[in-house]
């Protein structure tokens, strides 16, 4: 997997930096800010990116950007340390101090994983859509599917197949897979062990706010949308609705408001599903909602004021 970090990083550094003649500075924060995909998820999959025109926008204002790329599907533990390879590497082709890390859906506990075991490589951490608490919807699949059965080793089956597939397509085959580590990772109980040990940024109460600067010296930070279903043109959205079903309160389809609080919660209630939170499926999203993209330079440039 080294030489491919290598090879990503080297056309990170030729092409993902923002010239000079172009750049307006408004996202040019102190510090790189690296984006980390969630489940089944990748870094550019067939020419398209995860955070679909997301890192162009960052980039053409000053930003610096690295769109790392994790296991599809493993636990948080796991992919956190493939992302700490990662961040090395960065800081040290780029001799930059620290990054800015943001993190999808699971990408948050991955991201907050680096950031509870290496405090000092990292500035700051972005919760988008995180799974901070646990998803109802793993909880469901979870209690559902017996363990050891033939229907879960068919969902293993038919999960490792999809992460094949991603892998081909996004250079990412040679990455671990493990799906019922990331489903057992999803469930309350997983992320509620998995808080225990790395409780940087969770709120204490159901539906508050974390520490924004916490005793490890990182700032965090998080967003979410509330609306499972935003555009009848996005084919996903149906799904996402059904999914949204099994949640009592707001949430986005996959996850719910409350479980996505991490830190200085930003706003909770946009309408947005989990896949317009990155401004996927290819920037189809809610017509009276701010576009997804505005919120990442937003954002960047609340971290360059923030002197991060």
């Not at 960052?58 to 948080?76: E, F, K, P």
């Not at 951490?125 to 879960?152: F, M, W």
């Not at 709120?203 to 979410?224: A, D, I, K, Q």
Request: net charge negative.
């Amino acid at each position: 997997m080294k030489h491919k970090l290598i090879l990503t990083l080297l056309c990170f550094l030729c092409v993902g930096l923002p010239t000079i003649t172009h750049a307006s500075g408004y996202t040019q924060t102190k510090y790189p800010i690296v984006l980390v995909h969630g489940l089944f998820g990748f870094d550019t999959l067939a020419g398209v990116d995860y955070f679909y025109g997301i890192p162009h926008a960052l980039t053409r204002d000053g930003a610096s950007v690295y769109v790392a790329q994790v296991s599809a599907t493993n636990s948080s533990e796991v992919r956190g340390e493939q992302l700490l390879e990662q961040v090395e590497l960065l800081l040290a082709a780029t001799g930059a101090e620290k990054v800015n890390l943001f993190g999808h859906s699971q990408g948050s506990p991955t991201v907050r994983y680096v950031a509870s075991v290496r405090p000092d490589l990292i500035a700051s951490v972005t919760s988008i859509g995180g799974v901070n608490k646990g998803s109802k919807v793993a909880d469901l699949v979870r209690n559902t599917v017996p363990r050891d059965s033939r229907l879960e080793a068919l969902a293993v089956k038919l999960s490792t197949g999809l992460t094949t597939l991603l892998g081909l397509l996004s250079g990412g085959q040679d990455l671990e897979q493990d799906p019922l580590a990331t489903l057992d990772a999803l469930t309350t109980q997983g992320l509620a062990r998995f808080n225990q040990h790395h409780p940087q940024g969770v709120p204490t109460t159901r539906c508050g706010n974390g520490e924004f600067l916490e005793t490890n010296g990182v700032y965090y930070y998080s967003w979410t949308g509330a609306s499972s279903f935003t555009n009848i043109f996005d084919p996903i959205d149906t799904p996402l609705a059904i999914l949204g079903l099994a949640f009592d309160g707001p949430n986005d389809g996959l996850v719910d408001v409350c479980s996505s609080h991490l830190g200085h919660v930003i706003r909770d209630d946009y309408r947005m599903n989990h896949l317009d939170e990155t401004n996927g499926l290819l920037g189809i999203h809610h017509l009276f909602e701010t576009d997804p993209v505005s919120l990442y330079r937003q954002h960047a440039n609340r971290l360059k004021l923030q002197g991060l």
